[in-house]
């Protein structure tokens, strides 16, 4: 408390320097009723309209031309009448017009402001004839107000008065005809002084109107006089500008600020923000949005508020990222909004009105999330993303038709749905995988039995749940059993019954109940068989009694492996090495070169999965296809896609299409190729863009891994910038495929 009572003293203090050494300016004012000062010819009765003092004294005052022109010794005002006191300029009146206002006892008079202002100060030059007077003054204002500040003020008589001294030794003369003018009073009488008048903070900003006097001295055996003389005002104008510069709050905030430049008279200026905690300077800063005052304190302690807004750029910016793919009706996928620009804090999903940076949602049908996020300063930005959602494949029906003991049984899906896969199940959770298909045998049966199947559409997507197939097992003769085969396409195939009982006969049929007879006998041979087939055997006694159940026998074709896929791995200036990956169920391969009716063993041998051609040229183009070979001959695949390799010429710069980093010691890393290179630049990038590889040596390739990760099998982009031995530059963008 003490130091903010010495920093207010303080600055009283420094505020009455700096008014007290500010320059007093003339303030033109109208309303002076007598001419008090002789200027020259003819005479100083002719150009005065009234005594100063009683008619007894009958004195006036003089210019210096009236000196010279009376033959005057001493005294006289200036011609042009300026009157300076230290800093202060008084101007009086033109002397060839009323130049002074003359205010008797029990009289009031006012001077006008010809061109009204604000004003911190004003200073009143006059002075009191017949003895000292009490005056009361007041100011009147352009807007209709009038404030009383000197009561009883006691204004010094002209002749020996030291307060406020602005100008003595003028000296007067009478008011004559002349020609002697009884000059005296010289050097040291008459005397000027000033009158002050300090506005209050509530009047500085008005424009000053006019200037009251009252003349209120009480002499009771001296009327009319006391006299008091008004000659000229001059005033320390009042002057106060604030210019506000103001940032707006941006969605980083808040870092708004409002930085005032306040100029004027009344400087220095303190400053009190209605922040938290308050600012005391001119500018304020870290600011929310909003509105704001200032409380601007002048050197004098008058306070004047500014209020202002800081406006807010709303420049926050979000994205929501979903699942990459779609999900299944039900399941949940993770939503999460990633600020991108500003100090986002809260969040708000919709539909579902959910809360949170990232939040788990489980559409059953293809919906748009919107999230909107916001802060504590008003920020706001919206965002969205589709989380699509493939539907859930209808429970599936099951066709169960109950079989003899001792036989199978098949479970058929009931309209069954193009695109779908169906698995059979041991339990209606969990279990073992026992088939998959729209139909399925069951293994020989002696009891009831219960199987359960699910449906999984083309996206992926399962059945809400599993449906139960029970399996009813009835008591029948014992039936016969028989071997499913697998052969090639278009063969005769003899389908037997094993362990046939002596005195039984066996029949074949072309379906597991009903269908055609085919054939009776121990066995039965299939023609040309040229789809995958299910014959049925049934047993009849030799009491004639036939079991009510057959046995499945299917025979299944024998299907080529898939065709080998070939990539070139390297190329020199005299060899290609062309490789594939390991076809499933082959059990060797076989190539042919430029297109020739011959095959070879690889150069990696029978089960080999690459094949390096030497001794070529330059510049020489070879054309492989591959075959892998099956158990039998109608399961080697068809010839792969005939792939062409050139040999590297003097300058050639070669990146591989695919590498295969198993471990296995062949292609595990992708490099680049070429014996003409000084440097290169190679660049990985994964499907998002995001750089997972880098090198500038050429011994040094990809092996697949980012940050210790093996990265998953696909298709990743490259960029290469390499530098011949020449200076040349060879920019190569492209891709290139990871296998395992």
Not at 55 to 64: D, E, H, I, P, Q
Not at 172 to 187: I, L, Q, T
Not at 693 to 706: A, K, L, P
Request: proline share 7%; hydrophobic share 35%.
């Amino acid at each position: 408390m003490r130091s903010s009572v010495f920093i207010l003293a303080v600055l009283f203090i420094l505020f009455d320097f700096l008014q007290s050494s500010a320059q007093f300016t003339p303030v033109p004012v109208t309303g002076f009723n007598h001419d008090a000062i002789a200027e020259g010819a003819p005479n100083s009765l002719a150009t005065t309209t009234l005594e100063v003092d009683g008619a007894s004294s009958n004195k006036v005052m003089y210019t210096n031309a009236f000196r010279t022109f009376a033959g005057i010794a001493g005294g006289g005002l200036p011609d042009n009448g300026t009157i300076i006191n230290g800093g202060d300029t008084y101007q009086l009146a033109p002397f060839t017009g009323n130049n002074a206002l003359y205010v008797k006892r029990n009289e009031a008079f006012g001077l006008t402001v010809t061109a009204p202002a604000s004003f911190a100060r004003i200073r009143i030059l006059g002075f009191t004839t017949e003895g000292a007077s009490s005056l009361n003054v007041s100011l009147s204002f352009t807007d209709g107000t009038t404030t009383p500040y000197l009561t009883n003020y006691s204004l010094s008589d002209w002749f020996n008065g030291a307060t406020n001294l602005v100008l003595q030794g003028f000296g007067r003369c009478d008011r004559s005809a002349g020609p002697a003018y009884n000059a005296d009073a010289f050097p040291s009488n008459p005397r000027m002084y000033y009158i002050e008048v300090i506005l209050t903070c509530a009047d500085l900003q008005k424009q000053l109107q006019s200037i009251n006097f009252s003349n209120v001295s009480t002499f009771p055996n001296n009327a009319p006089f006391p006299n008091a003389v008004i000659l000229a005002v001059s005033g320390l104008a009042y002057s106060q500008t604030v210019t506000p510069v103001i940032t707006p709050s941006d969605c980083a905030g808040p870092n708004g600020s409002i930085a005032l430049n306040v100029t004027g008279s009344s400087s220095p200026y303190t400053y009190s923000w209605n922040t938290t905690p308050v600012q005391t300077s001119s500018t304020a800063t870290g600011l929310a949005p909003g509105n704001y005052s200032c409380t601007i304190t002048d050197a004098n302690g008058c306070n004047f508020p500014y209020n202002g807004t800081v406006p807010l750029t709303n420049n926050a910016s979000i994205v929501a990222l979903g699942p990459p793919a779609a999900i299944c009706a039900g399941n949940p996928a993770m939503l999460t909004a990633n600020v991108l620009v500003g100090n986002i804090t809260s969040f708000s999903w919709q539909p579902g009105n959910l809360p949170g940076q990232t939040v788990n949602v489980s559409p059953a049908a293809t919906t748009t999330y919107t999230v909107n996020g916001t802060n504590a300063i008003g920020c706001t930005a919206s965002a969205q993303v589709t989380v699509n959602v493939n539907p859930l494949p209808p429970t599936p029906l099951v066709i169960v038709t109950p079989i003899c003991s001792g036989s199978t049984a098949t479970l058929q899906i009931q309209s069954p749905q193009a695109g779908y896969t169906y698995n059979w199940y041991d339990a209606t959770t969990a279990g073992t995988l026992l088939a998959t298909g729209t139909s399925f045998t069951t293994p020989v049966l002696t009891a009831n039995t219960t199987y359960y199947v699910e449906a999984i559409n083309a996206t992926g997507c399962f059945s809400p749940g599993r449906t139960a197939a029970t399996v009813v097992v009835n008591n029948l003769p014992a039936a016969p059993s028989a071997n499913s085969i697998s052969v090639c396409p278009n063969t005769n195939d003899i389908l037997s019954v094993l362990n046939p009982q002596s005195g039984y006969t066996y029949n074949w049929y072309d379906a597991a109940t009903g269908g055609t007879l085919l054939a009776s006998g121990i066995s039965y041979t299939a023609a040309a068989v040229a789809t995958n087939s299910v014959y049925y055997v049934s047993a009849v006694n030799g009491n004639n009694c036939t079991s009510n159940t057959r046995t499945a026998v299917t025979v299944s074709l024998l299907q080529p492996v898939a065709q080998p896929v070939v990539t070139v791995t390297n190329v020199s200036f005299t060899s290609i090495t062309f490789s594939w990956a390991a076809v499933p169920g082959a059990v060797g391969y076989e190539v042919t070169t430029n297109g020739g009716a011959g095959f070879q063993t690889p150069s990696s041998g029978a089960t080999g999965t690459t094949h390096t051609i030497n001794g070529l040229t330059g510049n020489q183009t070879i054309i492989i296809q591959v075959r892998a070979l099956g158990p039998q001959v109608c399961e080697n695949s068809i010839l792969s896609v005939p792939v062409p390799a050139t040999t590297l010429s003097s300058k050639e710069v070669f990146v591989p299409n695919v590498f295969t980093p198993n471990g296995d010691g062949r292609n595990d890393v992708l490099l680049v190729y070429g014996n003409y290179i000084a440097s290169i630049q190679l660049r990985i990038f994964n499907q998002w863009g995001q750089l997972i590889f880098s090198s500038d040596n050429i011994s040094t390739g990809w092996n697949g891994m980012y940050k210790g990760q093996q990265q998953p099998v696909g298709v990743y982009a490259y960029t290469l910038k390499a530098v011949r031995q020449d200076g040349t530059v060879v920019i190569k963008k492209g891709s290139v495929n990871l296998i395992r």
